[in-house]
């Protein structure tokens, strides 16, 4: 250990010596080392450490075979010894060591992942590593991945993502926030969580920012590879996956042919929907490349990242639908269902993930960069859907409808990334860095094609189909493209005088952002008559438009939802760093944000709010107080405010067709503002352990929560995004503690979370004399996407002697609120999920080693509950959606993902 700080000397050599014959072992992550079966006889014992004088030599003697001898070996740091020393040098940036030291030296609260963690990680992309850190769960796709990060109970919405510390746009068609899932989490050097912000930071995070710190140039050459393949459990001969070849149109026929063409039937293709290529188990595969080094003397420094991931996924998905109002029988808002989806989604997601960073040092004050970021996504979904209105589906002798529909999409989302940065040393206390950005965040999805067919089914005794009747056959093709812009200028100065013997940081800086974001939609309708059976093939059916003119990209019925925003954001702030006493440092400051956006939709001029400027200004203070109770326990304690913007999408008047619900804009949002406290106890013995307890509180204001109401009548209802009138409150307590005995360790965080705000319910009742009562009431509940209780346990087995690295890591995500409801006691709720998966590293020769990867052991379910009593189902209800488990709740959904195993090799030089 340390001479002077007892820290674990983690990776030092200690040798053992016997009659000439040398062994040497590497030291624990705990700082323990061992030699077993010694032979007895004369011993030495030595110690090498880079940075250290070497140690005094330790002899002794072994006289039996089963005697212990325990040497302890105090360092020495090598500078303690010279008069002046000049150290250069690079430590292990990926390693726990280094981000430990980064999370200690902060001046902020944050988590930090580093790249070695990441890479033992059972998880190929950064939104499913998210939900390993203290107090992040994450909000899954279809397929079961992770997408959207939601930071102590604040959901996506509330939290930002910067790479580098640069803020990139998102390609998300209506939100600012970017799904995480795009970035394969092998490209970057450490994955931080940012739970405080300084002045020094944009202030629009209330929930928290994800910095992703990508690899950058190293002091010597390196090199690195890996490859890798697999599959899902979930696909079998009985149980394909469900593969589209056919190219989908890039453009519509408005985009080719202009708007006022009108397009016939023949304009478009339905090989997405009629391929034959179904895969009984589809073969996964990863790959990855880093390669780097410096030339000039040193002055140059070059790195190249690239990754490459083709992943099968899918689920199996039940659901039953409530009617659009609840009756008032037997229970006061009873809810009636009135369809039963049964869905099989197959997902195939392929990933390019690119980087590379040049840095040249001009001289010992001056110091440029480039570093640049390319990102594509391409995820092709087949969903299948049978929809049984009156949930007969094992009816015998009665006619019902049944819903049959196929819906093939494919989604490409593209994020670049160029940045030019540069540091200067204006004098012996002057310095200032900048920082030149251009980004730019794409997402089209071009011709979604979903076919459906109604029909009258009569089944007989045996459930088999004696008659059938063709209500109606619907065809649409569906173009979506987004794209948002950002140029940016980063400047910062800072100062650094002595005040009265006393280092003092002033800095002030800021930014200019300048936005352009379009977004443009375009729907045909088809339908194919109820004259025609469908047998599996579209050309027996007489599709056309009804009427002719929705052939016209000008009737689009989408207009509404193409819109031009441009945002103009700047901020500034002065920041000041101190030491106030000998043992604790005050960090603070003020940072004004200054937003000023204008939008303009291409809906008819009758619509009011077809365009709109929206400005505002909000003034952010924070402290930060961080105390040193000993030279490796720290207390912090912080205070800031921040604010979370709207969604550009949620504040033009657009309409778009969900899966359940439409969802409608709202150009009268407010932007969120919120209060922020936190404190923390830190505890770092050494190594990778550590030990964080805190607690933190959140007071928001105008909070943004999504409802569904009326849309022109009670049969009729939208999802809305509205202010609840309601502050909101948010408070909770952390705790992480990572410990490793030897070679054996354990990794366990805990984060209770509470969250309540008060909205105004609709309430249908019954009366013995009045009959059906509407009322309303005030209902208490968390916030949409809040858990309770979140936590993540590990055990690891790292072994340098064996060369085998292991984990088995468990994740837990309580009951949170999934969606809120119009009418009182009938949200929909997430039931408590867990995860277990495994995860290792074995070395097979000197810098070869193979790895796997398995996610979902168990088989973990993600399940829908409205909190009312089942009773009210039916036998049938109760059959198709499976076993109720608990007694007063119904279960609504259930969607099932199975095992997913990778496994593959890696070099690295």
């Known amino acids: 250990m340390d001479h002077k700080t007892g820290e674990a000397l983690t990776g030092a050599t200690v040798t053992l010596t016997q009659n000439g014959v040398n062994r040497a072992v590497a030291v624990n992550l705990n700082g323990s080392y061992s030699f077993k079966n010694v032979r007895t006889g004369a011993y ?35 500078s303690q010894q010279m008069v002046e020393v000049q150290v250069k040098g690079e430590g292990n940036k990926e390693s726990d060591r280094s981000v430990r030291g980064i999370e200690k030296n902060a001046p902020m609260v944050l988590n930090i992942l580093s790249a070695n963690t990441i890479q ?51 390609p998300d068609p209506q939100y600012r926030f970017v799904p ?7 490209m970057l050097e450490r994955l931080e969580v940012i739970k405080a912000l300084t002045p020094s930071m944009e202030g629009d995070a209330i929930g928290g ?15 690195s590879a890996n490859v890798s393949g697999g599959f899902s459990t979930l696909f079998s001969k009985s149980r394909p996956f469900v593969d589209f070849t056919g190219s989908p149109n890039s453009k519509s026929p408005a985009a080719i042919n202009g708007n006022s063409y009108q397009a016939t039937y023949a304009d478009f293709n339905n090989k997405a929907l009629t391929s034959d290529k179904n895969m009984s188990t589809p073969f996964s595969s990863t790959a990855g490349l880093t390669i780097g080094d410096r030339f000039l003397n040193n002055k140059l420094g070059v790195i190249v990242s690239a990754s490459y991931q083709n992943i ?40 390019v993930g690119i980087h590379n960073k040049i840095d040249y040092v001009i001289n010992d004050k001056n110091k440029l960069s480039l570093y640049n970021l390319y990102i594509h996504q391409s995820e092709f979904e087949s969903r299948y859907t049978a929809d049984t209105l009156g949930l007969g589906l094992n009816s015998t002798g009665l006619s019902k409808q049944i819903t049959l529909s196929n819906r093939s999409t494919l989604t490409q989302q593209n994020i670049y990334n160029s940045t030019l940065h540069g540091d200067h040393i204006l004098g012996n206390e002057w310095r200032f860095n900048w920082d030149g ?38 065809l649409t093709h569906h173009w979506e493209n987004n794209r948002d812009r950002d140029i940016s200028g980063y400047a910062n100065l800072i100062y650094t005088p002595k005040i009265a013997g006393k280092d003092v940081e002033f800095s002030t800086g800021g930014l200019y952002r300048h936005k352009i974001r379009d977004a443009d939609y375009i729907t045909y309708s088809l339908s194919g008559g109820k004259s025609t059976l469908f047998n599996n093939n579209f050309n027996d059916i007489p599709f056309a438009f009804n009427p002719v003119t929705d052939g016209i990209g000008s009737n689009n019925t989408d207009l509404q939802n193409n819109y031009h925003v441009t945002e103009n954001d700047n901020s500034e702030y002065f920041q000041v760093k101190f030491d106030l006493f000998p043992k604790l440092q005050v960090l603070g400051g003020v940072r004004v944000e200054n937003t000023d956006m204008s939008y303009a939709t291409q809906s008819p001029e009758t619509v009011t709010e077809r365009s709109g400027t929206i400005k505002y200004t909000d003034v952010l203070p924070s402290v930060h107080l961080k105390y040193e109770l000993t030279n490796n326990q720290t207390i912090r304690a912080s205070y800031f405010a921040a604010i979370s913007r709207p969604g550009f999408g949620e504040m033009v008047p657009y309409k778009i067709s969900g899966e359940y619900y439409d969802q409608v804009g709202n150009p009268y949002l407010k932007h969120i503002t919120a209060d922020n406290y936190d404190l923390r106890y830190e505890f770092y013995p050494g190594g ?13 204001y105008n909070p943004i929560e999504y409802f569904v ?95 085998l690295d292991m984990q088995l890591a468990f994740v837990y995500t309580g009951e949170r609120l999934a969606q809120v409801s119009p009418y009182y006691n009938l949200d929909f709720y997430q039931h408590a999920y867990n995860q277990l998966d495994f995860s290792f590293e074995k070395t097979i020769v000197k810098r070869l080693s193979f790895y796997g990867k398995i996610n979902n052991i168990t088989n973990a379910a993600s399940k829908i509950y409205l909190k009312f009593p089942h009773g009210s189902l039916d036998a049938k209800q109760q059959e198709f959606i499976g076993k109720q488990d608990i007694a007063a709740q119904t279960l609504v959904q259930s969607d099932y993902y199975k095992t997913l195993f990778l496994g593959g090799f890696r070099y690295k030089f």
């Open 437 to 474: 950005v251009y980004s730019v965040s794409t997402r089209h999805m071009p011709d979604r094609t979903e076919f459906s067919y109604d029909a009258n089914k009569t089944l007989n005794n045996s459930g088999a189909v004696t008659a059938e009747v063709d209500n109606n056959t619907a």
């Open 709 to 803: 109401v009326r849309d022109g009548g009670p049969s009729s209802q939208v999802i809305k995004p509205q202010n609840d009138p309601g502050n909101a409150t948010n408070y909770g307590f952390e705790a992480l503690a990572t410990k490793f005995f030897g070679i054996i360790g354990f990794s366990v965080n805990y984060t209770y979370t509470h969250s309540r705000i008060t909205t105004n319910k609709l309430l249908y009742s019954n009366d013995a004399t009045l009959g059906l009562q509407q009322t309303n009431v005030n209902e208490t509940r968390p916030l949409q996407g809040q858990a309770d209780h979140v936590g993540n346990a590990s055990v690891l087995f790292k072994s340098a002697k064996l060369g």
């Open 120 to 170: 033992l990680l059972p998880d190929v992309t950064v939104a499913n590593a998210l939900q390993r850190v203290s107090g992040v769960t994450i909000q899954r796709s279809a397929s079961g991945e992770g997408r959207y990060a939601i930071i102590r109970g604040m959901d996506q919405r509330y939290n930002s993502t910067l790479v580098n510390g640069i803020k990139i746009p998102s």
């Open 312 to 351: 099968y996924r899918g689920s199996d998905s039940k659901q039953l639908t409530p009617n659009a109002q609840p009756s008032a029988i037997p229970l006061p808002n009873s809810p009636q269902f009135s369809d039963a989806y049964d869905r099989t989604y197959s997902t195939q997601t392929q990933r």
């Open 209 to 223: 920012v994800m910095n992703l710190v990508m690899k950058s140039a190293p002091n010597h050459f390196v090199l």
């Open 180 to 186: 995480m899932d795009i970035f394969p989490s092998e």
């Open 688 to 700: 990778a352990d550590q030990l964080l307890v805190g607690t933190f509180y959140k007071k928001i």
């Open 44 to 78: 030495q014992i030595h110690v090498n450490y880079i940075g250290y004088s070497p140690s005094q030599i330790y002899t002794g003697t072994i006289t039996g075979a089963d005697e212990i001898k325990i040497i302890n070996v105090d360092l020495s740091d090598a």
